[in-house]
């Protein structure tokens, strides 16, 4: 590996009663990275994940407030490192797959490396269930953003130090990877994807998803995400829609002014008026939104540059 002697690397474990797998999750990535730090965050684990990854010679810190969200929002916040790794902890995904991972980010040349179970080269376990909400969630991000990433849901991903101290997260639960992906193609960050395989989960061992809930906030986030991102071509979709929808009792009604110079049907002159009215103000909010959010981005980035401009005049003077 081309790591610098400085490089540190972390590999931040979040976990929600996972006591059957931890340990062996971190000896596996003890075997591949000796020198890495490895942090398991227990998130009011009911059964043992904490002692077991203590004795298996983990960090372990606890955090109170329930979400996967949480975690890694505080995991982000707490451990300083060159290099980050992030993986479930129920073994589900390959440790000997963790060079491939970081490869990118230590040569520079990535921010954000996803592990991706549904990469064309990946042979995964996956529920038909999972999968279809991951392919659907894919089909609604690629379009709407114009990305072309295979996974979004993967919990297997290494990031730069850039991404894990600038990026700002909001979300609490499951809805986390979706909004790092997001935040990450927004921001220009370079994310790439590397094929892994995705084994079962062992016996006994519990998914802590659930379809139904975990689906619609994930869907919650991506129109969110959608809105504040791209408010001029999701209010201007609105928009388009009602004043499309004001020209059915519209046509009606110009057709029978054309016809006898007289409008008789008010009602339908009204509800045509109205339909246009507020799709062209949904439209125009979408305007006023596209650019205060341009006006965000540029601040954005030169706040970037700025906290760069004082690392790296901080690292020459050391
Ligand atoms: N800390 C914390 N970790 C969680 C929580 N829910 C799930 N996790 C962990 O997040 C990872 C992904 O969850 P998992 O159930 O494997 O989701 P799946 O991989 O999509 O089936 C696992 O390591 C879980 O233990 C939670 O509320 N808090
Ligand atoms: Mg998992």
Do not use: W
């Not at 990275?33 to 606890?62: F, H, K, M, Q, W």
């Not at 989960?201 to 689906?215: A, E, M, N, T, V």
């Not at 002159?269 to 009215?277: E, K, Q, R």
């Amino acid at each position: 590996m081309t790591n610098s002697p400085r490089s540190t690397i972390a590999i931040l474990i979040p976990c929600y009663n996972e006591g059957k797998t931890v340990a062996g999750v971190i000896n596996g990535f003890r075997l591949q990275l000796p020198d890495a730090d490895i942090y398991v965050y227990d998130n009011n684990s009911t059964d043992n994940t904490a002692e077991e990854a203590r004795r298996a010679g983990a960090t372990v810190r606890s955090e109170k407030r329930q979400g996967k969200g949480n975690v890694v929002r505080s995991m982000f916040r707490e451990v300083d490192a060159d290099v980050y790794v992030m993986v479930d902890g129920d073994g589900t995904y390959p440790a000997d797959r963790v060079y491939e991972l970081i490869k990118p980010i230590v040569a520079g040349d990535a921010d954000m490396v996803i592990g991706s179970r549904l990469h064309t080269l990946s042979d995964s376990h996956f529920k038909p269930l999972n999968r279809i909400g991951n392919s659907l969630f894919l089909f609604l991000l690629n379009s709407i953003f114009r990305v072309n990433i295979t996974d979004l849901l993967s919990g297997y991903r290494a990031f730069s130090r850039r991404v894990v101290k600038s990026l700002p997260i909001i979300s609490r639960g499951f809805e986390i990877e979706t909004e790092l992906t997001v935040k990450c193609l927004e921001r220009n960050y370079r994310v790439v994807e590397v094929p892994i395989n995705l084994s079962p989960r062992p016996k006994g061992s519990k998914s802590k998803i659930k379809i139904f809930r975990d689906g619609f906030l994930i869907f919650n986030t991506i129109f969110a995400l959608f809105r504040d991102y791209k408010p001029l071509t999701a209010f201007g979709l609105v928009g388009l829609i009602l004043v499309v929808s004001g020209f059915i009792p519209g046509i009606v009604v110009i057709k029978e002014f054309i016809a006898t110079g007289y409008i008789n049907r008010i009602p339908s002159a009204i509800l045509a008026v109205g339909l246009v009215l507020s799709g062209l103000l949904v439209a125009f909010i979408g305007l006023v939104l596209h650019t205060i959010a341009r006006r965000f981005q540029e601040l954005d980035c030169q706040l970037q540059n700025l906290i760069e401009k004082i690392h790296q005049s901080d690292d020459e003077s050391l």
